[in-house]
């Protein structure tokens, strides 16, 4: 009988080997292995068409374009939008060039960005912070003067900081995928871009709160949540609610301090991206415990500075690790558990004198 399973392409990512389907990017194939091989992203988002290609967070080494054609490509590409090829090799974590480009892009959106975490609702959960943090300098050589841009009221749902903008365009493709016309667009170019004056005019729709979510840093924040509380000091809970809304999905975060919802958004996955987006009833009209059906504490991602002193399982060999260097060779003989569905790094040799 004729195989009929359609035929997978073989992609090594940092050593590590995975199938996946033809059309797949480099970045979520990176993802199928996880978190300790794919590349960072401030503009792609997986549930909005059109994202990605941007913020130059992702850029990659392919050293051999496929098994056909194993030459190397000259630059560095977007991860988030060049698709796989059978027999492709791409470098990310384990390449130089990468990490020192990558630090080049940290500071270069740094250039015009206010230094606000301290009073930024976005703190905490900041995915500007995350990158700053991981792939940054520490230091930045820009001696100008940083762009401003002037305050502006976009009604009473959501906060407006446009000096904060990173011009990731995700929330141009939100009002404009989820919201029923399109008044929604970046302003101008290079360093006057903005995309201030039409987000004004998406606000009144329904589903406008979900450019919050969207949102990689504090450029847009939940007015009625606004300097109430450190997120870390909140508790994230996971509930839901049969909306009459067609598009919305009811499911959603209580984010609590003691019995006050102080805040709902949407439910983000490990990679902290939407995939059911909610209605703005939802998200600013229901705050209180009867208004939900609850459904637990919800799982906050690992990185997340909400986590932090949070165990839920350690994964820790029996014995001390100098005993266990001596006697596995290699990291895949390591009785460690990773998380579900990622897979361990092959090749990598444990020295036996590690401390
Ligand atoms: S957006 Fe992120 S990096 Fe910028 S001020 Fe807010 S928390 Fe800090
Ligand atoms: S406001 Fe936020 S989501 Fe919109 S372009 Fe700026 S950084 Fe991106």
Redesign the pocket.
């Known amino acids: 009988m004729e195989n009929t399973a359609p035929q997978l392409f073989k992609v090594t990512i940092d050593n590590i080997e995975v199938e996946v389907a033809p059309g797949t990017t480099i970045l979520q194939a990176a993802r199928q292995i996880g978190h300790h091989v794919a590349p960072p992203a401030m503009?792609y988002y997986t549930s909005l068409k059109g994202t990605g290609g941007k913020c130059r967070a992702c850029l990659v080494k392919v050293t051999a374009g496929s098994a056909k054609d194993p030459r190397p490509m000259p630059k560095l590409v977007p991860s988030c939008i060049t698709t796989v090829q059978d027999g492709m090799i791409v470098e990310n974590t384990v390449n130089e060039q990468v990490l020192e480009t990558r630090k080049g892009v940290v500071e270069f959106l740094l250039i015009n960005h206010p230094l606000d975490c301290p009073i930024c609702d976005q703190a905490g959960e900041c995915h500007l912070q995350d990158f700053a943090f991981e792939h940054g300098r520490g230091t930045q050589r820009y001696e100008e003067e940083r762009r401003t841009f002037e305050r502006e009221d976009i009604g009473p749902y959501i906060q407006?900081h446009?000096n904060?903008?990173?011009?990731?365009?995700?929330?141009?493709f939100?009002a404009d995928q989820l919201t029923n016309k399109r008044v929604h667009g970046?302003l101008n170019r290079g360093d006057h871009a903005e995309?201030s004056t039409y987000i004004s005019k998406a606000i009144d729709n329904d589903f406008s709160g979900n450019?919050i979510d969207?949102?990689?840093?504090g450029?847009?924040t939940d007015k009625t949540f606004r300097f109430k509380q450190r997120v870390w000091f909140t508790k994230p809970v996971t509930a839901h609610r049969d909306c009459e809304h067609e598009k919305c999905s009811g499911k959603v975060t209580l984010w609590y301090k003691g019995e006050d919802v102080l805040r709902v958004t949407g439910r983000k996955n490990e990679w902290g991206e939407v995939t059911e987006f909610i209605c703005n009833t939802c998200r600013f009209d229901k705050k209180k415990t009867s208004d939900w059906v609850i459904e637990g504490p919800a799982k906050v991602s690992h990185h997340s500075v909400i986590s932090a002193n949070h165990y839920e399982k350690k994964a820790i060999p029996e014995f001390g690790f100098k005993q266990a260097a001596q006697q596995y060779k290699q990291i895949d003989d390591l009785p460690v558990q990773l998380p579900e569905g990622e897979k361990k790094p092959v090749g990598i040799v444990v020295r036996p004198d590690s401390k």
């Not at 903008?165 to 929330?171: G, S, V």
């Open positions: 503009c407006l446009m904060r903008c990173i011009l990731c365009y995700r929330c141009v939100t970046v995309i450019m969207v949102c990689p840093v450029a847009l």
